[in-house]
């Protein structure tokens, strides 16, 4: 089980060094930006690196909208950053799943995360697999609640998609840690990676908040349960920077009987 956390763009490599880290999580450009991913100076140490790389997507990404000024580029953006993040070998590209306004018929929003996939279809498909993550809050999200995760799978069951379980998203979501991974993944199949953040945010708050997995308001043990459970990379976005998530990491793989 490859055990690493989200760190700076700068140098990814570096970072998992300074974490003994297996795996790096990171963005390829600004996350709350609309620019797309200028080509990495490092790509071919990336790509011969032995670390894992994934990459996440910009947070203004929202293909489930009903706004054309949102969805439209951010079909594009997402498949821009797929293809940079082919380019330094990721294993995965994660994205959040989206939302739509108020009002708006949430059935609607899974249909535009189907006409995404046909969007890419055309250019030859994503080069890298699609992970979609599941989020904390609101009452219109696409990946938020089980039952519309279940929805959202329905819609995109003939296409190749991934999922990426997030304890943080999913405590403060509103949907209890114990056997959580036995029921995504009679609606998903897979779990292809985990996010192990403890929450600051209470149990259905809403509140995408991560905290280090000693503190917080999850039990720790039900964190390190999922991740047994899931049998998936990990990647720790918690904060504290190299000392916080060095222990995280540190008490995962103690946890788990892992060795670094």
């Not at 821009?80 to 306004?101: D, S």
């Not at 995360?113 to 890298?128: M, N």
Request: overall charge negative; glycine content about 12%; some cysteine.
């Amino acid at each position: 089980m490859r055990i690493g956390a989200h760190v700076d763009q700068a140098d990814p490599l570096a970072e998992a060094a300074a974490r003994a880290a297996e795996a790096v999580q990171f963005f390829l450009s600004d996350p709350q930006g609309w620019k797309a991913p200028k080509p990495r100076e490092d790509a071919d140490r990336l790509r011969a690196a032995e670390v894992d790389l994934y990459v996440h997507a910009p947070y203004v990404i929202n293909v489930a909208t009903l706004n054309n000024r949102i969805r439209i580029p951010s079909r594009k953006l997402l498949l821009g950053h797929a293809t940079a993040a082919a380019e330094i070998g990721a294993k995965g590209l994660i994205v959040h799943g989206g939302h739509v306004n108020a009002g708006d018929d949430l059935a609607r929003g899974f249909d535009n995360w189907r006409k995404t996939f046909a969007y890419a279809a055309d250019s030859g498909g994503f080069p890298v697999p699609v992970l979609i993550e599941n989020t904390a809050g609101g009452e219109n999200a696409c990946a938020r609640r089980l039952d519309a995760l279940a929805r959202l799978w329905d819609v995109l069951g003939d296409h190749e998609v991934g999922f990426c379980l997030d304890t943080c998203h999913a405590h403060a979501g509103g949907e209890e840690l114990l056997d959580l991974v036995d029921r995504v993944k009679a609606i998903t199949g897979r779990i292809d990676l985990v996010h192990a953040n403890n929450s600051k945010g209470g149990f259905d708050s809403g509140q995408d908040r991560h905290d280090n997995l000693d503190g917080g308001t999850i039990d720790p043990e039900l964190v390190v349960a999922v991740i047994r459970a899931a049998g998936a990379p990990v990647i720790v976005e918690t904060p504290g920077g190299v000392p916080g998530q060095a222990a995280d990491i540190a008490f995962l793989r103690e946890r788990l009987g892992t060795g670094a």
